[in-house]
C-alpha cells in the first residue's frame, strides 16, 4: 500500500533528478565552448594549477565556492515572485539555475580528480550516478509511453486520444 502511495513521489524525485543531470549533461559542453570563446581557458589553467596544490579537502572548498555567489540571485528571483513579477521571476530562477550548473559543471571539471581522492566524496559520487541510472531506469518506461502516445500509430488509447483533440480543435475552429 505505502509503496503504491510513494511511487509518484519517487517517479517525481526521479525526473528532477534527471532534469538537473540534463542541464549537466547540455550545459558542460556549453561551458567548455564559452572558455574556449573567452580567455577562461587562462583562467581554467590557473585554476587547475591552484587545485593541484591544494589538499582534497580545500579542494572540495574551491568546488562549493561558486554556489555562495549565486543564492543571492535565486532570492531575488523568489522576491519578484512574491511580488508577482511572473517573467521576471521565471527567467531569473531559471538564469540562476542555468549559470549554477554551468559554473559548478566547470568548477567540477576542474576539481573532481581531487575531489574523487576523498573516499566518502567518492562513495556519495558513485552514489549518484547509481541513482542517475535508477531515476532513468524509473522513467524510461514512462517517457517510452508519452513518445507512443505522441506517435499515434493508430493503435490502442494513443489514436483515440488523437481522435479527440482533433475533434476539440475542430470543435474550437468552428465556434470562431
Do not use: C
Amino acid at each position: 500500500m505505502l509503496r503504491r502511495v510513494l511511487q509518484p513521489v519517487w517517479v517525481l524525485l526521479a525526473i528532477v533528478f534527471l532534469i538537473e543531470a540534463w542541464l549537466w549533461d547540455h550545459l558542460e559542453p556549453i561551458v567548455a565552448k564559452v572558455v574556449a570563446a573567452i580567455p577562461l581557458a587562462r583562467f581554467k589553467q590557473w585554476l587547475t594549477e591552484r587545485v593541484d596544490a591544494l589538499s582534497p579537502a580545500m579542494t572540495l572548498i574551491v568546488f562549493a565556492v561558486p554556489i555562495v555567489p549565486l543564492f543571492p540571485l535565486k532570492l531575488v528571483g523568489l522576491w519578484l515572485l512574491t511580488h508577482e513579477y511572473w517573467t521576471s521571476a521565471v527567467f531569473t530562477i531559471v538564469f540562476a539555475k542555468m549559470l549554477g550548473v554551468g559554473v559548478t559543471a566547470f568548477v567540477f571539471d576542474v576539481t573532481r580528480d581531487k575531489l574523487l581522492e576523498m573516499h566518502w566524496f567518492e562513495r556519495i559520487y558513485a552514489l549518484v550516478l547509481k541513482l542517475r541510472a535508477k531515476a532513468a531506469e524509473l522513467v524510461d518506461p514512462i517517457k517510452r509511453r508519452i513518445r507512443e502516445l505522441i506517435a499515434g500509430n493508430g493503435e490502442g488509447w494513443s489514436s483515440r486520444t488523437l481522435r479527440l483533440i482533433q475533434r476539440f480543435r475542430k470543435s474550437v475552429h468552428q465556434a470562431r
